[in-house]
C-alpha cells in the first residue's frame, strides 16, 4: 500500500512486526520489500534523478536558496523577478531622491523599471538612490538632465535604469487622483 493518498507512508503490516523465534513468512517479506521499493520509487530524490509526475502543492511553505533561472522554462527567484518587472517605490525628496521598495534591492540590474509618485516638484537634475545602493541620475532623452518643474509633486512617474542611469520613461506624470486616459487626452 506504501502511501495512503495523504502523503504518509504505511507499512504493510500483515506478518509484522516479526517476532524473535518465528519463521518470516516469504509472502509478508515480499509484500513489505515491495512496499519499500514502491515507496522509495516514489520519492522525489535530491539529485534530480526522479521528476514529479503531478504538480506538487506547497501548503503555504516557500521554495527557499532558489537559483537564479537561465532559461524560459525554469523557475525565476524573486530577485530575477523584482530586476525585471517594475516595482512600485515609495520616494522621499525633491533633487536628491531616496527610495525604498519591499523586499529590499541587492544591486542594480539593466533594465529595472520603477514607479514613483514624486514627493516634491524638482528644482534642477534628479538623482535617486534606491535601497540605499547609491544615487543614480534620473535623465531623459538618453543622457539628458531632467530640469526644474519635470517632477511634480504628487505625480507618478516610470523609470527604467540603463546600466548607467535611470530613464525618466514618457513626458510629464500621471497626477495622484488623476485617471491615466484623462490624462493622455488632455496632457494633465
Known amino acids: 500500500m506504501s502511501y495512503n493518498g495523504s502523503g504518509t507512508f504505511v507499512i504493510n503490516s500483515a506478518g509484522q512486526p516479526v517476532v524473535t523465534g518465528t519463521v518470516i513468512s516469504s509472502t509478508a517479506f515480499n509484500a513489505l520489500t515491495a512496499d519499500l521499493a514502491t515507496g522509495l520509487t516514489t520519492a522525489l530524490t535530491k539529485d534530480g534523478q526522479t521528476t514529479p509526475t503531478a504538480n506538487i502543492p506547497m501548503g503555504t511553505f516557500k521554495l527557499t536558496g532558489l537559483g537564479a533561472g537561465s532559461s524560459a522554462t525554469d ?9 525585471s518587472v517594475g516595482s512600485f517605490l515609495t520616494a522621499a525628496g525633491t533633487d536628491t531622491i531616496t527610495a525604498s521598495v519591499s523586499p529590499s534591492l541587492t544591486a542594480y540590474a539593466v533594465g ?33 538632465p531632467l530640469s526644474a518643474g519635470e517632477l511634480v509633486s504628487g505625480s507618478m512617474y516610470q523609470i527604467v535604469y540603463d546600466g548607467t542611469n535611470f530613464q525618466l520613461i514618457g513626458a510629464g506624470g500621471v497626477t495622484a487622483g488623476k485617471s491615466i486616459a484623462f490624462s493622455i487626452i488632455f496632457g494633465l
Open 112 to 144: 529595472q523599471t520603477f514607479k514613483f509618485i514624486a514627493a516634491a516638484t524638482n528644482t534642477g537634475a534628479v538623482t535617486i538612490n534606491v535601497s540605499a545602493l547609491g544615487a543614480k541620475s534620473i535623465v531623459k532623452n538618453g543622457t539628458t
Open 75 to 83: 523557475s525565476a527567484n524573486l530577485s530575477q523577478v523584482q530586476s
